[in-house]
């Protein structure tokens, strides 16, 4: 019966899709209800990481960008090649200097393009984009979270006539601010899951319902909530895929560190 009530949870989702202008992700998404990387979910053993408190020592990225800093907390147990291959691109200095290349209708933005389009540039690293997306019961896309963009889909002919493939993800991500949470859609959303605190993570802290289970979660914003809402509410140029920023709006560096409670 608890899966019966999640697989409700997300038709409400879908639903759900029409608030938002999604181009960014839809070709992304497609097909993926059969695809080899999709999870059981079972409400009864979920694990809302997200919402726990830090352990001190926890690997966190420090991001600067032209309008603020914001740091995040690094889910290397759940998603553990996505951060693995984040970190190191990080590390090596890949994202230094590199665009916010989307900002949707304050509901998130995107980022650490080489080029402003969102585009890859000529020469790069097809290994980099080409880690298999790695979904987790316990990550879902709240305010805050950071999620790496899907980049390919790797299908047998069966399965793009039935749906299904395995889908890759790689070095530019998703920064999630949140949609507009109505009176109604919040009922909906607590009508929906049996899980009672996966909706009302979605209604109290906000965030992107639709997009759960698409994307790799990789890590939650914990300080710079106010940079995330900048940068997804920025004035752009719709280029048909992307909504680019009219102005440039760049990640200075991205830093690896652990976290530190204060004392």
């Known amino acids: 019966m608890k899966n019966k009530g999640l697989t409700?949870?997300?038709?409400?989702?879908?639903?759900?899709?029409?608030?938002?202008?999604?181009?960014?992700?839809?070709?992304?998404?497609?097909?993926?209800?059969?695809?080899?990387?999709?999870?059981?979910?079972?409400?009864?053993?979920?694990?809302?990481?997200?919402?726990?408190?830090?352990?001190?020592?926890?690997?966190?990225?420090?991001?600067?960008?032209?309008?603020?800093?914001?740091?995040?907390?690094?889910?290397?147990?759940?998603?553990?090649?996505?951060?693995?291959?984040?970190?190191?691109?990080?590390?090596?200095?890949?994202?230094?200097?590199?665009?916010?290349?989307?900002?949707?209708?304050?509901?998130?933005?995107?980022?650490?393009?080489?080029?402003?389009?969102?585009?890859?540039?000529?020469?790069?690293?097809?290994?980099?984009?080409?880690?298999?997306?790695?979904?987790?019961?316990d990550l879902w896309p709240f305010k805050g979270a950071i999620c790496m963009l899907n980049t390919t889909i790797d299908r047998t002919f069966k399965e793009k006539i039935f749906g299904g493939g395995t889908y890759y993800n790689g070095s530019r991500f998703a920064i999630i601010n949140t949609i507009e949470f109505t009176d109604e859609l919040k009922k909906e959303l607590m009508e929906a899951s049996d899980n009672e605190a996966l909706g009302k993570a979605f209604t109290e802290k906000g965030g992107i319902p639709n997009f759960s289970q698409q994307l790799t979660v990789i890590g939650q914003t914990y300080e710079g909530l106010d940079v995330v809402e900048a940068l997804a509410s920025l004035e752009t140029d719709d280029s048909g895929i992307y909504k680019i920023p009219k102005e440039d709006i760049m990640i200075n560096s991205v830093k690896i560190d652990v976290y530190k409670s204060e004392k």
């Open 8 to 137: 409700k949870f997300f038709i409400v989702l879908a639903i759900i899709m029409g608030i938002l202008t999604v181009a960014l992700l839809y070709i992304q998404i497609q097909q993926n209800n059969n695809n080899n990387s999709y999870i059981s979910l079972n409400a009864d053993i979920m694990n809302l990481v997200q919402l726990e408190d830090i352990k001190e020592g926890a690997p966190i990225a420090i991001v600067d960008t032209t309008l603020g800093e914001f740091r995040f907390v690094l889910y290397s147990e759940h998603s553990p090649n996505a951060v693995k291959n984040f970190t190191e691109l990080a590390e090596g200095g890949y994202y230094d200097g590199t665009y916010v290349f989307n900002s949707d209708s304050g509901a998130y933005s995107a980022a650490g393009s080489k080029l402003k389009n969102g585009e890859m540039p000529e020469g790069y690293d097809v290994n980099r984009e080409l880690v298999e997306r790695e979904l987790h019961q």
